[in-house]
């Protein structure tokens, strides 16, 4: 699980976690503007999004570049990272002083949280479960009426195929789909070869007239056997 999350330019430097539900609260007034939906796009960046930088342009260009530091336990076992905020592809493998000892690919350390929370067997990625379901204002998937969309305007199959996915129920509806893909790459290899004058390309009524033309064969084909 998600253990802290450290930045220098943090009001409250550490955040830390706990096992169980925590909870984000504003003030007792309820005032907006305050940081909650900021924080939580953070948490979301620490999970490999993008949004952090890419959408909250007013928080990148009045604070700066600035590093999130971050660690996780999983079994007993500490693992501590980095992101700079100047660099969304790559993210720091840390030691326990968040001193850098390895960069790799945001793909990597994706992949490397999916295998740590144990769903790695799953033909989904890691940000298809987590992603799709932070819901912040600022990112694209806050329409209500598309409550599994990742973005807005996803296609309505993507996100419940995430959703299957999740779940191990995809599996029937792959076969179905690799199927359909089988029999429409046949059909256009067929079109194509007609098109390239490969076979021949015909019509009902020339169909008709070659039944007739074969009946006529035919019967022509009896009459000198019997002769």
Do not use: W
Request: charged fraction near 30%; proline fraction near 1%; hydrophobic fraction near 35%.
């Amino acid at each position: 699980m998600l253990r802290e999350i450290i930045c220098d330019k943090f009001k409250e430097k550490k955040i830390e976690f706990h096992d169980g539900l925590n909870v984000v609260l504003g003030d007792e007034q309820g005032s907006n503007s305050i940081g909650k939906s900021t924080f939580l796009m953070i948490i979301d960046y620490v999970y490999g999004g993008k949004d952090y930088v890419m959408k909250s342009i007013d928080i990148q260009r009045n604070v700066g570049a600035h590093i999130i530091k971050f660690s996780f336990v999983f079994k007993g076992n500490k693992y501590y990272f980095s992101r700079n905020t100047n660099d969304t592809e790559y993210v720091n493998i840390c030691n326990d002083k968040y001193e850098v000892t390895e960069m790799i690919t945001l793909e990597q350390y994706t992949n490397k949280l999916k295998s740590l929370y144990e769903f790695g067997d799953k033909d989904i990625s890691f940000r298809d479960v987590v992603g799709r379901y932070i819901r912040v204002y600022g990112k694209d998937n806050l329409n209500e009426k598309h409550p599994l969309d990742a973005v807005g305007n996803e296609k309505p199959t993507q996100a419940m195929n995430a959703l299957l996915k999740l779940y191990d129920l995809y599996a029937a509806i792959s076969e179905l789909e690799d199927l359909a893909k089988r029999k429409g790459d046949e059909l256009n290899a067929f079109k194509n070869a007609q098109k390239y004058h490969i076979i021949s390309k015909i019509g009902a009524r020339q169909r008709k007239a070659n039944d007739k033309q074969i009946a006529e064969l035919e019967g022509e084909g009896r009459k000198l056997q019997m002769s």
